[in-house]
């Protein structure tokens, strides 16, 4: 008993380990997968559990706030596994015990090689790779999905998509997308970055995920925004539950990474989503995240910024975003800035 309980314990955590690397694994690591599938069925019965375990915590505590391990520590005195320490001799009638158990374990194992066999076309089809959309760098590129949603995807930027019958779900996993997202009250259309979910039912929106942040702007209808990862200040900050606010058509706002939410007083969503017609619109831009606009745009050309302290120059303009030569040549007229071309980069510095 004490063996088979350290077996269980080390198949439990195998699967564990699977669901963990399967959000990101290789294909190797997925045919490794599949393989470890097929040596046994209890393989198969323990990752659907694992599975549906985790799908049932993110229903329970979708945003993680409670401590998991200890409320199963909590709990862990009074589970008892059903098949084990439930059945012992004394619990059933003398002379009938090892026939009955014989039978039950032998009915058990049927049931469940049966059960197993008849989920693993499932287990493999749960599997299979969401699918992911992406664009280079100077790239763009318009999808329609299943539901006749249609997403425009902005220069180095990728998607994964998650649809079925009940759900829409699509992670922005880097760079800018447009949605414009058919009318399915019934299926929720949402996306998420590392640092929001957006959620919307019927309406158009942008979303740009970026380092320091998610800024999301609506151009028709109303979404609802959930910030992600906020805590409290101070040290041994704890995690704050999160606020889902709310967007209406011409609003914009920025999520950070510390999961803050600020709208925008100043939105104009037509000059956000001009990357469209590959024009970048900046008011009172920082330089460094000009720089970081044009680098998206250009294969050819990258601009790179040399002791500029963050913050240092601001400017106004629109621009060509194929055309880094235009910031460029503004920037040599700045008195304490030198701009250096060589080898397909500009380079400016601090004089």
Not at 34 to 45: R, T, Y
Not at 66 to 71: A, M, S
Not at 172 to 183: D, Q, S, T, W, Y
């Amino acid at each position: 008993m004490k063996l088979q309980g350290q077996i269980d314990r080390l198949l439990a955590q195998r699967a564990s380990e699977w669901h963990q690397i399967l959000e990101n694994a290789t294909d190797s690591q997925r045919a490794e997968f599949v393989a470890w599938l097929k040596q046994s069925p209890l393989h198969v019965q323990e990752y659907l559990e694992t599975v549906y375990t985790d799908q049932v915590l993110k229903h329970i505590d979708a945003e993680r706030l409670e401590d998991i391990e200890t409320l199963i520590a909590q709990v862990a005195p009074s589970v008892v596994p059903l098949g084990k320490e439930s059945l012992t001799p004394g619990s059933l009638p003398k002379g009938e015990g090892r026939n009955r158990r014989r039978w039950t374990v032998g009915f058990g194992l049927a049931a469940g090689l049966a059960l197993c066999f008849s989920l693993l076309p499932f287990a493999f089809k749960h599997f299979e790779a969401a699918p992911e959309y992406a664009t280079a760098l100077g790239e763009q590129r318009t999808i329609q999905l299943a539901d006749s949603s249609i997403v425009t995807l902005n220069a180095d930027s990728r998607i994964q998509l998650r649809l079925n019958e009940t759900h829409r779900d699509i992670e922005l996993l880097r760079g800018e997308a447009l949605f414009k997202v058919a009318h399915d009250p019934s299926r929720p259309f949402t996306v998420q970055t590392k640092t929001a979910i957006v959620q919307a039912v019927g309406t158009q929106f942008n979303v740009y995920e970026r380092p320091n942040g998610t800024r999301v702007s609506v151009l028709e209808g109303r979404v609802k925004v959930t910030p992600l990862g906020r805590s409290s200040a101070g040290a041994g900050a704890t995690r704050v539950a999160p606020v889902t606010e709310s967007l209406s058509a011409g609003q914009e706002a920025q999520v950070g990474a510390d999961g803050t939410f600020r709208r925008n007083p100043k939105a104009d969503v037509m000059k956000t989503v001009a990357w469209r017609e590959r024009r970048l619109i900046f008011d009172d831009a920082p330089l460094e995240d000009m720089v970081y606009e044009f680098n998206r745009y250009s294969q050819s050309t990258r601009l790179t910024l040399d002791g500029v302290p963050a913050g240092s120059h601001h400017y106004n303009g629109i621009f060509d975003a194929a055309d880094p030569d235009s910031l460029a040549a503004l920037l040599a007229k700045e008195p304490d800035l030198t701009v250096e071309r060589r080898n397909g980069e500009i380079v400016i510095r601090k004089r």
